[in-house]
């Protein structure tokens, strides 16, 4: 069994800021990359941050310069964050965590989501 938990939703006003965790728990070999989703009321869930293993990341074109993530492989602690400042009404989404997991040392990668953090912004 796998688990991903995010935290650190809530409402916000422009131009604020908010940090989302997620923490992996459960049977897990090996993590090879972490990442926010979101999903905005009557849109696609859309890629917002991913980090690898090697530290590699990558972001939307809209959250550049705004939104960092970073990943806390210390103890296993199996946990990345989204730090998110100068927030924009059209940020308002729920935030999904992803994680491609490796299970055991010879199962495949698998993806594996949270139940997703909602965030709003708005004065």
């Known amino acids: 069994q796998v688990q991903l938990v995010e935290s650190g939703g809530g409402l916000v006003q422009p131009g604020g800021s908010l940090r989302l965790s997620c923490a992996a728990s459960?049977?897990?070999?090996?993590?090879?990359?972490m990442g926010w989703y979101r999903q905005a009321p009557g849109e696609q869930r859309e890629l917002v941050a991913t980090?690898?293993?090697?530290?590699?990341?990558?972001?939307a074109d809209s959250v550049k310069g705004r939104f960092t993530i970073s990943r806390d492989r210390d103890n296993a602690k199996n946990t990345v964050y989204l730090q998110m400042n100068s927030l924009k009404p059209e940020d308002t989404a729920v935030y999904y965590c992803?994680?491609?997991?490796?299970?055991?040392?010879?199962?495949?990668?698998?993806?594996?989501w949270g139940k997703g953090t909602l965030v709003t912004v708005s004065s």
């Open positions: 980090i690898t293993n090697d530290g590699s990341t990558n972001y």
């Open positions: 992803n994680a491609k997991i490796k299970r055991y040392r010879y199962s495949f990668i698998m993806d594996y």
């Open positions: 459960g049977s897990i070999f090996n993590i090879n990359a």
